[in-house]
């Protein structure tokens, strides 16, 4: 990770973006520029680790997180109701 000069808005960012289903790693890699085994790596380093063992079991073999394991064809990096994310901030509704 320390190639990776993240901020701590940046790291909490990565990690809710791991959390959720449908966001593929490789949307991870293509806003942050951490591959998958880094994002492993600071997920194990960021969390409790009952959450870090909770959270691999919850994303192994997990076709969502991969975009070649996905059954559909085309997707988004985001869900359609979430607002435009301009320098990792979040609107809230």
């Known amino acids: 990770m320390s190639k990776h000069n993240l901020t701590e808005t940046q790291i909490d960012r990565v990690i809710e973006m791991a959390w959720e289903d449908r966001t593929p790693f490789e949307a991870i890699q293509f806003q942050f520029h951490l591959s ?3 994002v492993i790596e ?3 380093k960021e969390m409790k680790g009952s959450s870090f063992k909770m959270w691999r079991k919850r994303v192994q073999g997990r076709a969502t997180k991969h975009l070649k394991k996905r059954s559909f064809v085309k997707g988004n990096f985001k869900c359609s109701l979430q607002r435009n994310i ?3 901030k979040i609107s809230k509704r």
């Open 36 to 38: 998958e085994q880094e």
């Open 42 to 44: 600071l997920m194990r």
């Open 86 to 88: 301009t320098q990792n």
